[in-house]
């Protein structure tokens, strides 16, 4: 699972941070030390849990459970149990007091893991197919056709071999409806689908004759999702 920390104390940031890189099933994407700086981040990124502190400046972890929607999985770990009742209004995953031990923090992560793999076994065959608006209609198309999708400010294009579509979404919202088994992001503005990756070239993928560049910050999950030998 991709995880953020947010919490305003460093010490308390780079404990998470290690407990999550000594987990084979989670891989931290980033760790913010205020509410704002991860709202934004879950925004532009696809985020499964959030570990998340409650008192911080500017925004505290409870506005951010408020505002924000959806809303990943979150681990509140915080040392302020008065506001464990109101926490789980919001669904949390687990509600966890500070100085986390490592114990507790593998506790809490099996929770994570199993509502992450109860999703994954809802998902059917009608998740192969997702419908755009365009030009005052409504046009059903297969995943299984889309070769990459780009980001151009406020609106997205999903390029298939019939043809190219452009919607006004975001980078996250196209994300939550693609199959994280077949698609990987692979720069801010670029979406591509693994399969359909004809060859890789310094810091280049080519599709269907399109050039695509790779980001320095996804290079290494891109890495990771191809089959090598």
């Given amino acids: ?9 460093e010490l308390s940031r780079n404990v998470l941070a290690d407990l999550i890189n000594e987990t ?9 030390e205020d509410a704002i700086d991860a709202f934004n981040t879950i925004k532009d990124e696809h985020i499964d849990l959030v570990f998340l502190d409650i008192e911080m400046p500017k925004m505290d972890g409870m506005e951010m459970l408020r505002t924000l929607s959806p809303l990943p999985q979150v681990i509140l770990v915080t040392s302020h149990s008065e506001y ?6 919001y669904d949390v995953t687990d509600f ?22 109860e999703s994954r076994a809802n998902i059917t065959s009608k998740d192969k197919t997702i419908f755009i608006k365009t030009e005052s209609k409504l046009v ?3 995943t299984e056709d889309v070769l990459w999708v780009e980001a151009l400010g406020n609106y997205m294009r999903i390029f298939t071999p019939k043809g190219k579509y452009t919607i006004l979404s975001t980078m996250k919202d196209i994300a939550s409806k693609l199959s994280a088994d077949d698609f990987v992001r692979v720069h801010r503005s670029f979406i591509v689908r693994v399969d359909k990756i004809e060859t890789i070239e310094d810091n280049y993928i080519l599709i269907n004759q399109k050039q695509i560049s790779i980001g320095k910050a996804y290079k290494e999950e891109l890495t990771k999702r191809l089959n090598l030998l």
């Avoid at 699972?1 to 104390?9: A, E, G, I, K, P």
């Avoid at 084979?24 to 980033?30: M, N, P, T, Y």
């Avoid at 464990?84 to 209004?89: D, F, K, L």
């Avoid at 966890?96 to 793999?117: C, G, M, T, Y």
């Fill in 1 to 9: 699972m991709r995880c953020l920390v947010v919490d305003d104390d």
């Fill in 140 to 142: 059903q198309i297969n």
């Fill in 24 to 32: 084979d099933s989670l891989e931290l994407i980033r760790s913010c």
């Fill in 84 to 89: 464990a009742v109101e926490s789980y209004e």
């Fill in 96 to 117: 966890v007091q500070k100085p986390i031990s490592h114990a507790r923090f593998l506790k809490s992560v099996d929770k994570a893991l199993r509502r992450f793999e």
